[in-house]
């Protein structure tokens, strides 16, 4: 068996052995900013972006990332100091603390049986599957979508059953029939009905502060909902309570796939209008079908239970009946699972010191999974000195990858080349191992166009960003300068940015993409597949003959000719006309606590999970 697929296979877990921690990581310090707003840096996360410093605001996200300077934040920040232990590194030694609270909060004494506790770095915005594409953890255990994903002994995946217990496609390859399963309910005991799936592909298009109508514009007469001149997708026809068809403008091959994403997940027509705006704002207005509900929803704690109304599929087992997920920040997140309080530690959470360390000291421990991912520099191809293609393809060579990759992650991933990451239905390996680091010939290209040599290059930076994400920017901006440009870091909040890059205005900008659904149109197609998504991306690729090329390889049927012409245009959008910078894909690491059988994670290497997948001893049931 492969490598790869020894990751992906569920793993019975040995007992833990002793995990050596450095004091340092539990050291928080306080730090006031010119406003006066105060912040706090778990387990010593200074930064600098220049000459700024940066840190990674404490607590729930209010939009600024910012915590009002007051008497009673400054006596709950103390706490919170006693909580987490020495402080040496700011106040002095401190006495040693009685139990904190966050460990009352996930029951640190007595675990009750069936309890899963497991943390979350921010607290999650919104259950409204529609308004949120960030927070996944949730969507996944309390909605269920027409269809799963199943990961095979070998990696790769197929589909499984969902809500949909059969279906057909035309020969022409637009027109889908799905029939219902008879024993799906919501968790308030109606059942699923045909006429929820309408509403919900309904609902993705008519919102208008939807985030997930990429995922419903295929439908035939989804332009039609978007502008508001039809409340219903001609596309959708409801047979009767269980069967309905969907009929697309035009064949995608990866339609089915697509299906199986969060974002596709079904909603109650009945919850979903009771609701209205207040629907997946709290608990008693959030309503699914799939194996878990939810009890209680604040910003520092949310709670599942079972679904009574919950069917299991056919070999499936369920050992968690309860799960909390409290919002801890990383050096709490470390103590925390150190204390036992913790069921499963996601090294993505906590310090890249501390990730080093584990996984260093205690590698039988360790699940690793590959992420089904892309890290990349964004270059925007209309701004100078970026619109010549020489400068960007110096870009290429200039960044040192391969140091990135190790410094801020521990070398725990594999470089990347194109678009499409390795296990991506459409890797191709043809377009690997091409690219190198070569700051020489970067130097020559830069000095062979005449303009670089008084054009600035701007790095746009999230002030909210992790620390890590900051200094990947700092370590490119060194690279890019020894090169030659001229390259400064510039940094804007968060929404001034978003604002900036749907424009199109940014000049270059570091990001990730993760899988959505096993299919390489979840890639290019994103970000090249329309003059409008381009530009929304701040790329601004501008060549019509090749953004045709993307949007029809997603109706070719032949699956071998469709595969061919992707890696055609991957190679073409990146060696050929250097787009972006491809970094790397990374590993993502956990660890189990001792509670746990096994687990296995997400089948796209995401943070979040299924609980299903989280199997507890026996003894912990």
């Known amino acids: 068996m492969n490598q790869k697929a020894k990751n992906r296979r569920r793993r019975e877990l040995p007992p833990a052995p002793h995990i050596l921690y450095r004091k340092v990581e539990e050291t928080i310090h306080l730090y006031y900013n010119d406003k006066n707003s105060i912040y706090l840096c778990p387990g010593c996360g200074r930064a600098g972006v220049g000459t700024e410093q940066r840190i990674r605001p404490y607590g729930p996200n209010t939009g600024e990332g910012k915590m009002r300077r007051s008497g009673k934040t400054i006596a709950a920040l103390l706490a919170l100091l006693l909580i987490c232990g020495s402080v040496s590194g700011c106040a002095g030694e401190a006495a040693e603390p009685a139990e904190a609270d966050p460990a009352a909060e996930t029951g640190s004494t007595a675990v009750e049986p069936g309890l899963a506790r497991i943390a979350l770095s921010d607290p999650i915005g919104t259950l409204d599957v529609h308004r949120n594409t960030e927070d996944y953890m949730l969507p996944l255990n309390i909605y269920e979508r027409l269809f799963d994903i199943r990961v095979n002994e070998d990696g790769t995946t197929a589909l499984a059953e969902g809500l949909a217990k059969d279906w057909s496609v035309s020969e022409d390859g ?57 409340d219903t997708l001609s596309g959708i026809r409801v047979l009767d309570e269980r069967n309905l068809e969907i009929t697309l403008s035009e064949p995608f091959a990866g339609y089915l796939y697509m299906l199986a994403t969060p974002s596709c997940s079904i909603l109650s027509e009945k919850c979903v209008t009771e609701a209205g705006d207040d629907f997946g704002r709290s608990a008693e207005h959030t309503v699914g079908s799939g194996p878990y509900m939810v009890t209680e929803y604040t910003d520092t704690l949310v709670t599942v239970e079972r679904n009574p109304y919950y069917h299991c599929h056919e070999g499936e087992i369920l050992t968690v009946n309860r799960a909390k997920f409290p919002v801890l920040a990383p050096a709490l997140i470390d103590r925390m699972f150190r204390a036992g309080e913790l069921d499963l530690l996601d090294l993505s959470r906590v310090n890249p010191e501390v990730a080093g360390e584990i996984s260093a000291s205690a590698p039988d421990r360790l699940i690793e999974y590959s992420r089904m991912e892309v890290q990349y520099l964004m270059l925007n191809v209309e701004t100078p000195p970026l619109n010549d293609v020489r400068i960007r393809r110096a870009v290429q060579m200039a960044i040192n990858r391969q140091r990135l990759l ?19 239905i459409g890797y191709s390996e043809a377009n690997q191992g091409w690219l190198r680091c070569d700051p020489a010939e970067a130097a020559r290209l ?155 994670p997400f089948w796209a290497g995401w943070g979040s999970l299924y609980l299903k997948d989280v199997v507890l001893k026996p003894e912990e049931r």
Do not use: C
């Open 446 to 600: 830069i000095a062979e166009v005449p303009e670089a040599k008084n054009a600035r290059l701007e790095l746009a930076a999230n002030s909210q960003s992790e620390i890590r994400t900051l200094r990947m920017l700092e370590m490119i901006r060194e690279d890019l300068s020894a090169a030659g440009l001229n390259v400064s870091i510039v940094s804007y909040d968060d929404d001034s940015r978003m604002y900036l890059r749907r424009a199109g205005l940014l000049m270059a900008y570091t990001g990730e993409w993760s899988a959505d659904f096993n299919d390489p149109d979840n890639f290019i197609y994103t970000f090249f597949g329309s003059r409008a998504k381009t530009l929304s991306r701040s790329g601004n690729y501008s060549d019509e003959s090749v953004i045709a090329r993307i949007a029809a390889a997603r109706t070719l049927q032949d699956e071998k000719e469709r595969l061919a012409e992707y890696a055609e245009l991957e190679r073409i959008l990146i060696r050929d006309e250097a787009v972006w910078v491809p970094l790397f894909s990374t590993e993502h690491l956990f660890v189990p606590g001792d509670r746990l059988e096994s687990f296995t």
């Open 406 to 424: 190790d410094e801020l992650f521990n070398g725990n991933g594999r470089l990347l080349d194109g678009i499409f990451p390795k296990g991506l």
């Open 174 to 230: 637009r027109t889908y029939r799905f029939t219902l399963r008879d024993d799906a309910y919501f968790s308030d005991g109606s059942p699923v009905k045909a006429s929820d799936v309408a509403f919900t592909f309904t609902r993705m298009l008519a919102l208008p502060d939807s985030r997930q109508s990429d995922f419903a514009d295929l439908i035939s007469g989804a332009a039609e909902v978007m502008a508001g001149t039809a």
